[in-house]
């Protein structure tokens, strides 16, 4: 069956460590793999894309790797602070829906001070 | 920088009622879907629209469902007859091309009582 998997549902760090969030997925082909937050009530924000042919996107703090060998991105936030709280989504654009983003459960990260 | 807008922002209706939630994607974007969002569950998509037809729908996108885009700016989601199990958050999305980043509005909260 297809499935998007994010690493854990919750993740509490330390301020000024860095995040590290996981996203799996199996039976999907995506053309690009995208990440967002979203914060409680809020409609999901864009934060990343990156491409299948890529291996690395990075932007301010926040970085994001695409292996589709592994299937599989990793979402990296450097320096965190309390502020990075949200819950972070990873979303695939797939090859054979034109126009369908599809959406993991996401993984609650929490900074503390 | 421009904005999805979503109205209401709340709605209380009964089961069995028809309810229409409202949206007015970004002006120059040409694709706009619907997702929603049950408390404490992932985004799930529901329909992708191009060119005044649908493009894509999930298996919940039933025959209670039906998107509109009556006229130039706006996109409508129907809801013919309410069930207690359509109780949601329902985000309306846009973008300029299919696969890329979605802007996302910020939602109306639907409670079937």
């Known amino acids: 069956s297809q499935k998007i998997e994010q690493n854990s549902e919750a993740l509490n760090i330390q301020e000024g460590k860095t995040a590290t969030l996981t996203c799996n997925y199996t039976?999907?082909?995506?053309?690009?793999l995208q990440w967002y937050r979203q914060d409680p009530g809020r409609g999901p924000v864009f934060l990343l894309l990156i491409r299948e042919n890529e291996k690395e996107k990075r932007k301010e703090r926040l970085k994001v790797t695409f292996d589709t060998t592994l299937k599989q991105s990793l979402f990296h936030i450097t320096a965190s602070q309390p502020a990075d709280s949200a819950t972070y989504l990873c979303?695939?654009?797939?090859?054979?829906?034109?126009?369908?983003?599809?959406f993991g459960s996401g993984t609650r990260l929490s900074i503390r001070p | 920088e421009p904005e999805v807008t979503q109205t209401p922002s709340h709605q209380v209706t009964q089961m069995g009622q028809e309810v229409i939630l409202r949206c007015v994607p970004i002006s120059n974007h040409l694709y706009f879907y619907w997702y929603r969002q049950i408390l404490g569950q992932k985004v799930e998509f529901l329909v992708s629209?191009?060119?005044?037809?649908?493009?894509?729908k999930s298996e919940i996108f039933d025959d209670q469902f039906s998107v509109e885009r009556p006229d130039g700016s706006n996109f409508t989601l129907k809801i013919r007859s309410t069930k207690l199990e359509d109780s949601a958050m329902y985000f309306c999305a846009s973008n300029e091309q299919p696969n890329e980043k979605l802007f996302f509005g910020s939602g109306t909260q639907l409670s079937v009582l």
């Open positions: 979303a695939l654009a797939l090859y054979s829906s034109a126009s369908k983003i599809i």
């Open positions: 039976n999907y082909s995506p053309a690009y």
């Open positions: 629209f191009y060119n005044n037809e649908i493009s894509e």
